[in-house]
């Protein structure tokens, strides 16, 4: 490993000197699918308080982001669905969480842009809804747009299928999500990956997210992937009825 | 006999027509996968990131990375295509999507649709809701004509927190099928189940229709 490696051993070690009480995390996943459990373990153990995290959803109540929510280092969400995790439900009702949510469309496209260095752009999604308040609007042909702003964070936490040594990750199905979008809008952004290999395993052509975003990767396998909701059909003799 | 949530489906599968790219809602709107016509194509579009949802995978074959909207393990196509969540958004609120079947608490006569908050009580968040309704093409809401304790569903306005205003194209109940030809034009009566009047059905709408 040269002194300029993005490689990291562990979790632990990779948050290393970047967490502090709180800073503002994006975190990529969709349910508990392409969550980057190893890191959020990490944060937990670390004890940092007071995080502002930016995130689709808030895990259940033991997997995924529930995991801070219940040692209450979690000061404040950004979020479009906390419908799978009561402890989420509980500490906000109660007034102990703050939240904000945003449609899950403007809370992608917040991130994209923050990302992308634009510090804000005009949707129709929201208008006219408890989502406009306090927002400028602009009438454009008769439609009404209000304006939202990008996010950034000081880390962004994110998972992979395959990553090299240089930060190139690709995602599987639809565990990418978020993940992408998540990954540029880090000052410091962190990758697990299932696997992690040399550079040229990976095909040039094939890379979701190109390196220069990532900025520290540690192969988190092995991995104990989790299902939220079961669903199959039965095989069945000449039918393609779905069962649930 | 009032329509079952199958014969909802069923009814708004009707309004899908070839080659459409749809987003189905969670609830009755997932249901309305097993009715799509036998030879019609339509590709399913699932705002986690995926074009083209297969059926629910053989038991055995559940994979934790491959979910719909509703956290639902479900199976790839041939034609499958995965996206980032901003892509997938862009799709949505771009104007892509040819039609979307939501649930709903609330829709009002001028097309407004409340179905994320019961303030106080249920906070779950919107999830792509609002994005859904101000970036498809046509919107159909499947819902109970009443609710759970007997109140009309189909209003003068909306009391709930809204979703979106004037964003509903079609709206199928348990009991009737209301639509209007442009977000212009007032709702109409179009389609009465088996066993009720259209007496009973205005008794049961504050929402004013022609028809």
């Known amino acids: 490993m040269t002194s300029s490696s993005k490689v990291y051993p562990d979790a632990e070690r990779a948050l290393s000197g970047i967490l502090r009480d709180g800073i503002t995390l994006c975190c990529g996943g969709f349910g508990l699918c392409g969550v980057p459990d190893k890191l959020i373990a990490a944060l937990h153990a670390s004890g940092v308080r007071d995080l502002t995290v930016v995130s689709n959803n808030a895990g259940t109540d033991d997997a995924g982001l529930g995991l801070l929510l219940k040692s209450r280092q979690i000061r404040k969400m950004i979020s479009s669905y906390v419908g799978e995790n009561k402890e989420f439900e509980r500490q906000y009702l109660a007034g102990e969480l703050e939240l904000e949510f945003n449609p899950q469309g403007t809370l992608a496209e917040r991130v994209r842009a923050g990302g992308a260095g634009i510090y804000a752009f005009f949707t129709k999604t929201g208008a006219g809804t408890l989502v406009a308040e306090g927002k400028e609007t602009r009438v454009v042909n008769g439609e009404t747009y209000i304006m939202e702003t990008g996010i950034v964070a000081d880390v962004s936490l994110v998972k992979a299928w395959k990553g090299d040594t240089e930060g190139n990750l690709v995602y599987r199905k639809t565990a990418r999500n978020f993940n992408p979008n998540m990954a540029t809008a880090g000052s410091i952004t962190v990758a697990e990956v299932e696997e992690l290999v040399e550079p040229g395993a990976l095909h040039p052509d094939a890379i979701h997210t190109p390196g220069i975003y990532v900025h520290r990767i540690i192969n988190g396998s092995p991995y104990h992937k989790k299902i939220e909701k079961r669903t199959v059909r039965k095989r069945m003799e000449g039918s393609d009825a779905v069962v649930s | ?211």
């Open chain 2, 1 to 211: 006999m009032p329509w079952s949530r199958e014969d909802m489906a069923a009814r708004a599968a009707r309004e899908l027509k070839d080659g459409f790219y749809v987003n189905l809602g969670i609830g009755i709107p997932t249901l309305v996968a097993n009715y799509i016509a036998p030879g019609m194509k339509v590709v399913l579009q699932s705002e986690n990131g995926m074009l083209g949802i297969g059926p629910f995978p053989y038991e055995g074959e559940e994979d934790p990375d491959l979910i719909n909207a509703g956290k639902e393990t479900v199976s790839e196509l041939a034609s499958s295509a995965y996206f980032s969540s901003a892509d997938s958004f862009a799709m949505i609120r771009g104007g892509h999507i040819d039609m979307a079947v939501l649930g709903a608490m609330e829709v009002s006569e001028n097309g407004d649709l409340a179905n994320w908050m019961v303030p106080g009580k249920m906070v779950k968040g919107m999830g792509g809701a609002m994005d859904l309704v101000a970036g498809v093409k046509r919107v159909v809401v499947v819902m109970e004509h009443t609710s759970k304790n007997g109140e009309p569903k189909f209003k003068l306005h909306c009391e709930l927190p809204l979703t979106g205003t004037n964003v509903v194209d079609m709206v199928i109940t348990d009991l009737a099928v209301f639509s209007r030809a442009s977000r212009k034009d007032p709702f109409k009566l179009t389609e009465i189940a088996p066993g009720t009047t259209a007496g009973e059905i205005r008794s049961k709408t504050p929402a004013r229709y022609l028809g």
